[in-house]
């Protein structure tokens, strides 16, 4: 994993964003939480979430920087407490009890995303793909 860290200086000093990319299976802490993950690998892997219950408070997000044609990246939380949903061509793909996140590898496009906050109780996701089946959220 490489990291980036950009910021602006004026009277102070702001973080204005860290930029992490993923070439291959990665397990979250709540020390990545805020993080842009950039998805970076012609096969994909696995992301596994903290435990629900230790993210209250935390974000995450995941775009796609390369297309990947062998295998999709999921990203995946222990319980099925995965929210809400994402526009994919779109359409509506909602999800309600979920626990796997899955970019296909065969429908990604660069810059599909997608965003993730937990309030201890759940996992609230949205975000955006550019063709037909590009995200999916599902029960694995």
Do not use: H
């Not at 000093?13 to 993950?37: H, M, P, W």
């Not at 935390?58 to 062998?70: E, P, R, W």
């Amino acid at each position: 994993m490489s990291t980036t860290l950009t910021s602006i200086s004026n009277d102070s000093l702001r973080q204005v964003g860290v930029i992490e990319t993923l070439t291959g299976a990665t397990t979250l802490t709540a020390e990545d939480s805020g993080k842009v993950f950039i998805l970076n690998a012609a096969a994909g892997a696995q992301i596994t979430l903290p435990a629900v219950a230790d993210g209250a408070g935390q974000s995450y997000k995941f775009v796609v920087g390369a297309l990947f044609a062998t295998t999709a990246w999921t990203i995946k939380a222990a319980t099925n407490k995965i929210q809400g949903g994402v526009i994919v061509n779109s359409v509506n793909v909602p999800g309600a009890d979920e626990n796997t996140i899955t970019f296909s590898a065969s429908a990604d496009t660069i810059g599909d995303f997608v965003e993730l906050v937990g309030d201890g109780t759940n996992w609230y996701v949205f975000g955006l793909g550019t063709a037909s089946g590009a995200i999916t959220l599902t029960v694995v």
